[in-house]
């Protein structure tokens, strides 16, 4: 929680944080990835066999190693779009026997050399737990429920009994299921009104509970903002006793929403995030006045968001079916970055994001048969991973506002998009990370920093570049992490278009 109060861009701006002012947990899932069977994410992109930077399983281990880095705690599989028509029997068993068959949403071929299975055992590898995206397109509940028997199923049954002959007797214990995705857009085979999904939804919850109350169901929404929102929390966020028994409970246990943003104006572009920082603050509210409706018991469990897809990407520069690479700049980094300011200010309501896509797909990670490349948002991506852990800190700001066009415009008027954008964590060792976005093109800030003690040792890792365009290539990296060291001394400039990263130990 950032609190702001808007002074004339002439004045010195002000940074308060108190490391004794904890607001919210941080949740480790907050740094959670997202692999879809789209374009290279999986097929040369997780999955290479044959290629001599391959494990034996097939797996990229550059890929491997880069992710590892992140400590990504779970990893949303196998979309997206592609899972309204994926039918995860095609992939598993031996893979000779395994079908091809037409993708619709990327117009593509599904070889299914890669699945279940497969992916089970890169998420050991990596060290991330799965989370599985159920297909309410063309699947049925009862695929759903051998699916979920599959993956958790103990007992001597025939799903489970599959899984032990194809090699995997100790179950995988998948706690994350996803009722769907983006159910409500038109681009979906199967498209659902809102009405016919909170129905299919709620269904489907039931059962899949009964099966394995241990699970975690994630309900499909939208951008948080609207009547679909709404609608299906209302209907779906019920007491369910004669599921859960008589200690109650609901049967949904986060709400998903999307966005991404994206603008060739630097400003627009950078300032874009906050409009998922207004969506987030709305569903919030709307899970609160969903729970007074239905009489929920405050002694319930209220549900979190689930922002399972996010990032910068603009679908007319880096097409989908095309298999969407975005070429990452500068700006791009930034705005990266206001992003996770977003998630840390906003932990109270988080409970889990997904950044799409982890290789290759509007990727900070892409790979050629070579090596990976990190572009340039890899490196706030990185450095929130490894050090925004913890305790979210409740930080005030004073500083001066861009007050010009928004995208979306609706942006203006409903949220502040000061020239500082500004999120500050404490981690269980006592380490304070503050984290100061200038969004400015062309002017530094010097900002006098309150709650640094005078003197102390902090360390400073700050992203930049020369140009707002400049990127990364394999033959040259323009923009990564300058770390250094600054004797605490009350104020600080933060160079114009910069991310920077200050870290101490009161």
């Known amino acids: 929680m ?41 097929y040369g992109g997780l999955y290479d066999p044959g290629n001599p930077l391959s494990d034996e399983n097939g797996f990229r281990k550059d890929v491997i190693e880069a992710l590892k880095e992140l400590n ?5 599989y196998p979309g997206g779009n592609f899972c309204a028509t994926y039918h995860w029997l095609d992939g598993v068993g031996p893979k000779e026997k395994r079908p091809k068959r037409p993708e619709l949403a990327w117009l593509g071929v599904e070889t299914n050399q890669f699945g279940t299975d497969e992916f089970m055992q890169w998420c050991k590898t990596v060290g991330s737990e799965p989370y599985i995206a159920l297909n309410m397109g063309t699947g049925t509940l009862d695929e759903a429920l ?21 090699g995997h007797e100790e179950p995988y214990n998948v706690k994350y299921w996803a009722l769907g995705n983006e159910i409500w857009g038109p681009w979906q085979v199967e498209q659902m009104t809102k ?43 019920t007491n369910h006793t004669e599921t859960l028994g008589n200690g109650g ?20 572009n950078v300032t874009g995030p906050r409009a998922a920082e207004r969506s987030i603050q709305l569903t919030g509210a709307m899970i609160d006045l969903v729970h007074i409706i239905n009489k929920i018991p405050p002694t319930v469990k209220k549900q979190k968001i689930c922002f399972d897809e996010w990032n910068v990407w603009d679908p007319t520069r880096a097409i989908g079916s095309e298999g969407a690479e975005e070429k990452y700049t500068l700006s ?6 206001v992003w996770l300011n977003v998630f840390i200010r906003q932990s109270r309501y988080i409970g889990m994001a997904n950044i799409a896509q982890s290789v290759n797909v509007i990727s900070p990670l892409m ?17 929130f991973c490894r050090h925004m852990r913890g305790s979210a800190l ?57 709650g640094i003690p005078q003197g102390a040792s902090v360390d400073v890792y700050t992203v930049t570049g020369d140009r707002l365009d400049c990127t990364n290539t394999a033959e040259k990296t323009e923009v990564g992490v300058q770390e250094s060291k600054w004797e605490a001394s009350g104020s600080y400039e933060f160079p114009r278009a910069s991310m920077t990263m200050l870290r101490w130990k009161p």
């Open 394 to 450: 409740a930080v005030h700001l004073q500083s001066g506002e861009y007050e010009g066009a928004t995208k979306p415009y609706w942006i203006r008027g409903k949220i502040e998009t000061p020239w500082l954008d500004v999120s500050a964590a404490v981690n269980d060792e006592g380490v304070v990370s503050l984290v100061v976005v200038n969004i400015h093109d062309s002017r530094s800030f010097d900002a006098k920093l309150e």
């Open 332 to 337: 791009d980094a930034l705005a990266v970055a």
């Open 146 to 166: 051998a699916w979920l028997e599959y993956c958790n199923g103990t007992k001597d049954t025939y799903y489970a009994n599959m899984r032990r002959q194809n």
């Open 367 to 383: 790979t050629s048969k070579d090596g990976i490349l990190k572009q340039t948002t890899w490196w706030p991506w990185l450095l």
């Open 249 to 268: 409970g609901t049967l949904i246990d986060m709400h998903s929403i999307h966005r991404y943003t994206s603008s060739n104006d630097h400003l627009e």
């Open 72 to 76: 990504s705690p779970v990893v949303r």
């Open 2 to 42: 950032t609190s702001y109060t808007k002074i004339p861009d002439d004045q010195q701006p002000v940074i308060t944080v108190n490391p004794a002012f904890k607001i919210s947990k941080i949740e480790d899932n907050t740094y959670g990835g997202f692999t879809e069977h789209m374009g290279r994410c999986i």
């Open 195 to 237: 009405e016919d999904y909170a129905k299919k939804a709620f269904q489907w919850a039931k059962a899949l509970k009964l099966l394995d109350p241990s699970i975690e169901l994630i309900l499909c929404g939208k951008e948080g903002k609207d009547d679909w929102d709404y609608y299906v929390l209302k209907e779906c966020i």
